[in-house]
């Protein structure tokens, strides 16, 4: 099955540098990768995703990359404010399927 | 974006009791509902994923006898936790996707149970 493995698990950043957050998965078939935030306490909340056939992906603050030969993306948060502060999930999902594998977990903390 | 609900957001119970969770998929038809348990400072680990109108298929390590699941309609899911022990305290956490498509999941607000 498939395997996501999420780097840094904690990230304390001052306000207003970039965050960068990484994760490698294993199965070469996976071609969806959500990145979701959670806030303490409340529920995960999708922020951006990427399919296979694309290499990035920016909303606003926030950009994904995919290097599908490496097996890895990236979440990117620029210009981070303290709101930013929260626990942060990668995700991959193989074709065909319906459930993700979610990698552990990345606390962010950005420092006014 | 999609909104799931959940119920109730918090339930407390003594030991031995049943607590029934509720997952609805408010403004779409969700063919598939997933459920999560999340311990403090925790990944989401999934226990069981469920289609509407099919038995629920469990991970490896969920007893299907304690954590009774039923998908009886395209909107809602029910996780019943039998027989609760202190050991069941957590998070529990439904996400729904989409009928018609590998769509993205969305989250419900999560149920937070402590069982005494």
């Known amino acids: 099955g498939e395997n996501v493995e999420q780097h840094p698990s904690t990230l304390s950043v001052q306000e207003g540098d970039s965050a960068v957050i990484k994760c490698t998965y294993s199965?070469?078939?996976?071609?969806?990768f959500p990145w979701y935030k959670q806030e303490l306490g409340k529920r995960p909340q999708l922020i951006i995703d990427?399919?296979?056939?694309?290499g990035e992906k920016k909303d606003q603050r926030i950009a994904v990359t995919l290097n599908k030969t490496a097996k890895h993306f990236s979440l990117h948060i620029t210009e981070t404010q303290p709101e930013d502060s929260a626990v942060y999930f990668c995700?991959?999902?193989?074709?065909?399927?319906?459930?993700?594998?979610f990698g552990r977990g990345t606390s962010l903390i950005v420092h006014p | 974006g999609a909104v799931v609900s959940q119920h109730p957001s918090w339930v407390i119970c003594k030991s031995g009791t049943s607590v029934k969770i509720e997952c609805r998929s408010l403004d779409f038809q969700a063919t598939t509902m997933f459920w999560y348990r999340q311990f403090p400072k925790q990944s989401l680990m999934l226990m069981a994923t469920?289609?509407?109108?099919?038995?629920?298929?469990?991970e490896q390590g969920v007893e299907k006898d304690k954590f009774l699941i039923n998908h009886a309609s395209l909107t809602l899911s029910t996780l019943t936790v039998t027989s609760a022990h202190p050991e069941d305290s957590s998070f529990y956490i439904c996400?729904?996707?989409?009928?018609?498509?590998?769509?993205?999941?969305?989250f419900g607000p999560g149920t937070r149970l402590l069982v005494l």
């Open positions: 996400s729904a996707a989409a009928t018609g498509g590998l769509e993205t999941q969305y």
């Open positions: 990427i399919r296979s056939n694309v």
């Open positions: 469920s289609n509407e109108g099919s038995k629920a298929t469990y």
């Open positions: 995700a991959a999902r193989s074709g065909g399927s319906y459930i993700p594998t």
């Open positions: 199965d070469s078939a996976s071609n969806y």
